[in-house]
Nanobody
Framework: QVQLVESGGGLVQAGASLRLSCAAS????????MGWFRQAPGKEREFVAR????????YYPDSVKGRFTISRDNAKNTVYLQMNSLKPEDTAIYYC????????????????WGQGTQVTVSS
């Protein structure tokens, strides 16, 4: 069965960096676009990053562009999210997910989700 397991979250100060990992299993990882989302308390889920399976092209919303980098290692069935210059507003639970579409730009195209990892950024 499909499994996505995130790790790497934690408590950091503003300006610090964290790298999240998501280990995938139960499907041909190299053939799927992968994404990261986040959800803060009382807020809607927010798209954070996407990496296409076909050409590794990435996409980010303006809120994280230039600070976050998504990457993948198909040999390890793992997708990463490098987060730099963290801000208190980045505090959220971060989820990785598998998209059933190539572009993976909307949450509705993601069919499997991990359990999430907490990221807390103190000011």
């Amino acid at each position: 069965q499909v499994q996505l397991v995130e790790s790497g979250g934690g408590l950091v100060q503003a300006g610090a960096s964290l790298r999240l990992s998501c280990a995938a299993s139960g499907f041909i990882f190299s053939r799927y676009t992968m994404g990261w989302f986040r959800q803060a308390p009382g807020k809607e889920r927010e798209f954070v990053a996407r990496i296409k399976w076909s050409d590794d092209k990435t996409y980010y919303p303006d809120s994280v562009k230039g600070r976050f980098t998504i990457s993948r290692d198909n040999a390890k069935n793992t997708v990463y999210l490098q987060m730099n210059s963290l801000k208190p507003e980045d505090t959220a639970i971060y989820y990785c997910a598998r998209s059933n579409s190539l572009l993976g730009l909307t949450a509705s195209t993601y069919d499997y989700w991990g359990q999430g990892t907490q990221v807390t950024v103190s000011s």
